[in-house]
């Protein structure tokens, strides 16, 4: 199991801790779209062992305006109040969002159950094996609001719920925004270290892409934008990244594209692009031998009837067919896959 727990600094946490022993009744808390931004920064981390504690919740799945069905439970510690879980389910609508939507499960809690459920330095967490988001139903003073940590999990929630072959996309970011944002060749070449939740945690692309995630819905709602405090500068994104991560939301990456090539003669080469980063596979029916280049002409794979390749930053390869002599005038298939 997998579990994303938010967190801040040790003082912010030990602050948490210290307000936790007051009697005040928790309530839930109807969100606002403006609370999406905040001045502060927010912290993930990555716990693989944690077995999540079952709360007592009432709520349910809620309609929203846009006809989907949302599902928002809130802690027993809160009062029962249908109409503000309903204005819940209409905040998590509002964000940008695709068919994910409807298969995760929102759990509302205070500070308190968010600490037995995900740590006790934790904020929230999301588990992608039960797709479930932990969050506050509360704005508590100090931290950031319910809204801003709700829609930075839901980045994760979302990235959990595309393809990003030959990558996971909770550690990667999604495939046009992975692509866009250089992931694969920044982690080849160690400047960037999905996954890493402990001491490259500033450099993880994971935590970027819901940090940026973030920013989207900032941008579309017309709020002031959170300062880009908890990974590194490098991945901040710029209009064409954001532009991608939104199109990976609406419109998702679903498989590899298949191209077909035919022809005859001892060599052959076909200039392929690839817009996105990923595996490139080519085969070959019949005799001989293909060959994956960069467009450079230096080999990224190949010597037998398939080569495969991984293309980081590279939009274009090249597929250079090589057969005998003797068929030579026969002609042969290849079958190029591109991401």
Request: glycine content about 8%; proline content about 7%; some cysteine.
């Amino acid at each position: 199991m997998r579990v994303l727990i938010l967190t801040l600094a040790v003082a912010a946490a030990a602050a948490l801790a210290a307000g936790a022993g007051g009697t005040s009744i928790p309530r839930l808390e109807p969100p606002t779209p403006a609370d999406l931004a905040y001045s502060g920064p927010i912290r993930d981390s990555a716990v693989s062992t944690r077995t999540v504690q079952a709360s007592a919740f009432w709520g349910g799945t809620y309609t929203a305006s846009t006809g989907e069905p949302v599902m928002i439970f809130a802690s027993t510690a809160y009062p029962v109040d249908d109409a503000v879980a309903q204005r819940w389910a209409e905040f998590v609508a509002s964000l940008v969002h695709g068919p994910e939507l409807t298969r995760v499960r929102i759990n509302l809690m205070p500070p308190r159950e968010i600490r037995g459920t995900c740590g006790f330095t934790a904020l929230a967490c999301y588990d992608a094996g039960r797709a479930s988001l932990y969050a506050p139903g509360q704005d508590v003073e100090g931290d950031p609001p319910a809204e801003s940590i709700v829609a930075h999990e839901y980045g994760h929630h979302i990235a959990a719920n595309r393809a990003n072959n030959p990558w996971r996309a909770i550690d990667y970011g999604t495939k046009r925004w992975s692509t866009s944002m250089q992931v694969c060749a920044r982690t080849e070449t160690g400047v960037l270290s999905p996954g890493n939740e402990t001491d490259s945690y500033r450099r993880n692309p994971g935590e970027g892409y819901a940090e940026a995630y973030r920013v989207l819905n900032e941008r579309k709602l017309g709020r002031a934008e959170t300062p880009w405090e908890i990974v590194d500068q490098l991945l901040y994104p710029d209009e064409p990244s954001l532009a991608a991560l939104e199109q990976d939301v609406l419109n998702p990456w679903a498989a590899a594209q298949v191209l077909r090539y035919t022809g005859s003669g001892r060599t052959r080469t076909y200039t392929v692009a690839t817009p996105l980063d990923g595996t490139v596979r080519a085969t070959l029916r019949g005799k001989g031998s293909v060959q994956i280049l960069r467009p450079t002409g230096t080999r990224l794979a190949g010597g037998g009837a398939t080569a495969a390749a991984t293309v980081c930053s590279l939009r274009t390869v090249r597929v250079r067919v090589t057969r005998p002599a003797s068929v030579a005038k026969t002609a042969f298939a290849l079958t190029v896959t591109r991401p």
